[in-house]
C-alpha cells in the first residue's frame, strides 16, 4: 500500500478517531454491564473494562500524535 503523506495523515488520524470512540463505547458497555442484575464478577468487569479502555485511549492519541507529526 503506497499512499501519500496526505494519505497517511488521513489514515492515522481516522484511526485515532476510531480508537476513542471504542474506549467510548467500552465505558458505556461497562457501566450499563454494572448497572443490569446479572450474576457477573464487577470486580473483573470493571478490571478488564479500565484495561481496554486504557489500551483504545493510548493508541488513539499515540495515532493522534504520528498524524500530526507527518509533514
Known amino acids: 500500500m503506497n499512499l501519500s503523506k496526505d494519505g497517511k495523515r488521513t489514515l492515522f488520524a ?3 478517531k476510531f480508537c476513542l470512540d471504542i474506549a467510548k463505547l467500552v465505558i458505556g458497555g461497562v457501566l450499563l454491564a454494572g448497572i443490569m442484575k446479572e450474576d457477573i464478577d464487577k470486580t473483573t468487569l470493571y478490571t478488564l473494562g479500565v484495561l481496554i479502555v486504557l489500551f483504545f485511549t493510548f493508541l488513539g492519541f499515540l495515532f ?5 507529526k507527518i509533514k
Open 64 to 68: 493522534l500524535i504520528i498524524s500530526k
Open 14 to 16: 481516522e484511526a485515532s
